[in-house]
T-cell receptor, first 112, second 113 residues
């Protein structure tokens, strides 16, 4: 059974803080993704990574960066959090060739 | 790039009725179309998917149809039950081998007992 976990379910941060969101998968998947989910906007891709130390921008990368030092871990970084980054953040992973993405439980981030 | 439109945004049906959610996509090279169900407070879960070499796929009360010519695909749920109430997302894989999924904006389905 694929397990994708995220470091926090709920997070409250202040404007300007540096925020780290961690995602870990235990199935040796090559591909990992970060999405944000907002009401009425669906899931929008922020960044994805298809291998260790490899990353590509998604549709809304502004204000975010990522890190993939190990295959199982993909981190999303908000260098200087802003109120418009208040959202639900979902991590996903999948095995090359399988196509089905498995999602983590999500982190609901509130930036005050 | 790929663009996925999903309709309706909300859908309310009586228990036992059928529900249909429709999506259109823009990139004719897309070849993989999954549907995800997200219950309140939970992660999206894959419920059914279809690949471009198939026109229809069924799994118990859930079916998906794909019309590649028209670039649209639909989710059909028959004999709906209250536990089918959730937000449903369609998605399409982008071109260029990146295998990124582009999601529709979601449909909130409410099944009334």
């Amino acid at each position: 059974d694929v397990k994708v976990t995220q470091s926090s379910r709920y997070l409250v941060k202040r404007t300007g803080e540096k925020v780290f969101l961690e995602c870990v998968q235990d199935m040796d998947h090559e591909n990992m993704f970060w999405y944000r989910q907002d009401p009425g906007l669906g899931l929008r891709l922020i960044y994805f990574s298809y291998d260790v130390k490899m990353k590509e921008k998604g549709d809304i990368p502004e204000g975010y960066s990522v890190s993939r030092e190990k295959k199982e871990r993909f981190s999303l970084i908000l260098e200087s959090a802003s109120t418009n980054q208040t959202s639900m953040y979902l991590c996903a992973s999948y095995r090359q060739g399988a196509e089905t993405q498995y999602f983590g439980p999500g982190t609901r981030l509130l930036v005050l | 790039g790929e663009n996925v439109e999903q309709h309706p945004s909300t859908l309310s049906v009586q228990e036992g009725d059928s529900a249909v959610i429709k999506c259109t996509y823009s990139d004719s090279a897309s070849n993989y179309f999954p549907w995800y169900k997200q219950e309140l407070g939970k992660r999206p879960q894959l419920i059914i998917d279809i690949r471009s070499n198939v026109g229809e796929k069924k799994d118990q009360r859930i079916a998906v149809t794909l019309n590649k010519t028209a670039k649209h695909f639909s989710l059909h749920i028959t004999e709906t039950q209250p536990e089918d109430s959730a937000v449903y997302f369609c998605a399409a894989s982008g071109q260029g081998g990146s295998e990124k999924l582009v999601f529709g904006k979601g449909t909130k389905l409410t099944v009334n007992p």
